[in-house]
């Protein structure tokens, strides 16, 4: 077996251990966000279950305080595990399309541009979530942990660079094929 080929077998295996942690994660966030809207669910009912909606949140001041606000909280909260989730679905549908052999596809550079326009759909979420923080603590007093915005805005980027990577490669795969 020649070093090309141990690569080529090497960067399969990584892809696969890849699909099945991206599966993992997924499956993580979609029970996180089913978790948030359960206990928002039941914290409807009984005021105290806000004590601890997910990960030990306590938004009860919130909710004792105004249950508009703490509904809008808790939807940013669900949101945020909801977009991940679907980030975390097109990683896994990404990473099942690769084919080693022709690796530039348009489907792989749709899957790329559609992550990173999630990723600026988080940006925005974060961005209006922190001030919707802001005015909770200036009208209630109720602090909220605000979110890391600028994080999302620079991955967004670099995705957007890869989706273009990719889309020249295709183009000049299409050409070296029409070449042949």
């Not at 601890?52 to 808790?74: M, N």
């Amino acid at each position: 077996m020649n070093t090309i080929e141990k690569n080529y077998s090497r960067t399969e295996q990584i892809l696969k251990v890849m699909n099945v942690l991206a599966w993992i994660a997924f499956i993580g966030m979609c029970i996180e966000a089913g978790a948030i809207l359960v206990s928002y669910g039941v914290s409807y009912i009984n005021p105290a279950a806000s004590k601890k909606l997910y990960k030990g949140l306590s938004l009860y001041p919130l909710r004792e305080t105004d249950f508009v606000y703490y509904s809008i909280s808790v939807f940013f909260l669900a949101a945020l595990s909801i977009l991940k989730a679907y980030i975390l679905f097109l990683v896994i549908k990404a990473l099942t399309k690769v084919n080693m052999t022709n690796p530039f596809s348009t489907a792989i550079t749709r899957i790329l541009e559609n992550i990173s326009y999630t990723l600026i759909v988080i940006w925005m979420f974060a961005i209006v979530n922190n001030m919707n923080n802001r005015i909770i603590w200036n009208k209630f007093s109720v602090l909220q942990p605000d979110w890391s915005a600028q994080e999302y805005i620079f991955i967004a980027g670099i995705v957007f660079i890869f989706s273009q990577v990719f889309k020249r490669g295709l183009e000049i795969q299409s050409e070296h094929e029409l070449t042949v």
